[in-house]
C-alpha cells in the first residue's frame, strides 16, 4: 500500500483480494453438496408426509394441525435452496 496525497489529505491505496478455494476444498465442497441434497430430499419428504395427514386429518373430519407443517417444510425448503444466494447477497 502507497498513500497518495489527494487535496491535503494522506488517503491509502486499499488491496482487494480476489477469493480462492484452499488446498483439498474440493472433499469439503462435495460434502456441502451431499448436505443440500439430503436438505431438499428430507423438505419434500416432510411436505409430502404432511400432505397425506392433512388429507387423512381432513377426511376423519378432525382438528388440522398438519396444515403447520405444510407451511414449516416450504419455509424450511426455501431457506435450505436459496442459503448460497442469500450468503452471496450479503458477502458479496
Not at 477469493?19 to 465442497?29: D, M, R, T, V, W
Request: no cysteine; charged share 10%.
Amino acid at each position: 500500500m502507497i498513500p497518495t496525497a489527494v487535496d491535503g489529505f494522506l488517503m491509502a491505496q486499499v488491496y482487494d483480494p480476489v477469493p480462492e478455494a484452499p488446498p483439498s476444498s474440493e472433499k469439503i465442497l462435495q460434502l456441502v453438496r451431499y448436505f443440500s441434497w439430503f436438505a431438499i430430499l428430507s423438505g419434500v419428504t416432510g411436505i409430502a408426509y404432511a400432505g397425506g395427514k392433512f388429507a387423512w386429518e381432513k377426511w376423519q373430519g378432525g382438528p388440522l394441525a398438519s396444515a403447520k407443517m405444510v407451511a414449516g417444510g416450504m419455509l424450511g425448503g426455501l431457506i435450505a435452496t436459496s442459503a448460497g444466494a442469500i450468503m452471496n447477497a450479503l458477502v458479496g
